[in-house]
């Protein structure tokens, strides 16, 4: 009997180590750099791409900082109005709509954080870049300015 109760704890032992890296290994986004040019130049970003389903719903929850040079680049796979908002993201950003030519079109700067306030741009775009708050007005940020990256026609 106590055998049995041993490898029964050891087997649940060995699914949870599984489950929780098979979980892990779904949260983790592909790294790539974007780069934004502005009337100051040219800053590039270190970015996770969130371009599947969970992580585009799991964003930049649950994260207490975030570096300034670094991004969260989200992807739909074609141009749409996108909605965003701050539930449960405890750091401040600034979220840059982008058009499929990687034109800026608008820019929430600021957000506030743990809101469920939608922020769109009201028009439909092909990806949104979120840096933390601050950077739009550090770099120069202007609808207008330009994108760089491959799922941007022309990058």
């Known amino acids: 009997m106590l055998r049995v109760a041993k490898f029964l704890t050891a087997a649940v032992l060995c699914c949870l180590i599984v489950l929780t890296a098979a979980g ?13 040019t502005t009337a100051k130049g040219v800053f590039k970003f270190q970015t996770e791409i ?5 992580a585009r719903e799991r964003g930049l929850m649950f994260r207490k900082t975030m570096p300034p040079d670094r991004a969260m ?10 909605s965003m908002w701050m539930q449960n993201t405890y750091i401040s950003l600034d979220m840059l709509f982008i058009a499929d030519d990687g034109t800026v079109r608008f820019v929430a700067e600021n957000t506030k954080p743990l809101s469920r306030d939608i922020v769109s741009a009201g028009i439909e775009v092909a990806g949104v870049l979120e840096v933390i708050a601050g950077t739009a007005q550090r770099i120069g940020l202007k609808p ?8 941007f026609d022309g990058s």
Not at 24 to 36: F, H, I, L
Not at 144 to 151: E, F, R, T, Y
């Open 24 to 36: 892990n290994a779904q949260d983790s986004m592909r790294v790539e750099t974007v780069s934004v």
């Open 50 to 54: 969130a371009d599947t389903e969970p």
């Open 73 to 82: 680049l989200f992807h739909w796979g074609r141009p749409l109005v996108a």
């Open 144 to 151: 207008g300015d330009k994108v760089a990256h491959p799922i």
